[in-house]
């Protein structure tokens, strides 16, 4: 097994394994295993509405595209705008939503 096969093994095996680190969410409709980190909501000192960030870590196979910014993903039935997309063998898409 080389270098490249092993990280693929980690990812599959170890961090988007539901066992471990991952869980599965509905986004945009599919059930997909995949790991999201949920930053502390902060409020907006203009307007007292809250900025809630996520980091989600998903397979693009699973996924079946790659978010580009201010695109509209669904996460168990609540949106959020994607503000970045990092592509390196696991997508790391950071996302936003706002709440009051």
Not at 31 to 57: M, S
């Amino acid at each position: 097994m080389n270098f490249k096969d092993q990280i693929q093994d980690d990812i599959s095996n170890t961090f988007l394994d539901i066992g471990e680190f991952a869980a599965e969410h509905n986004i945009d409709g599919q059930n997909i295993i995949c790991v999201i980190d949920e930053e502390k909501a902060t409020p907006n000192q203009n307007d007292g509405v809250y900025v809630i960030r996520r980091h989600l870590f998903i397979s693009q196979t699973d996924l079946g595209y790659i978010p580009v910014p201010e695109q509209k993903i669904s996460i168990d039935d609540k949106y959020y705008y994607v503000v970045d997309c990092i592509n390196e063998d696991l997508l790391e898409v950071i996302l936003e939503a706002r709440d009051s």
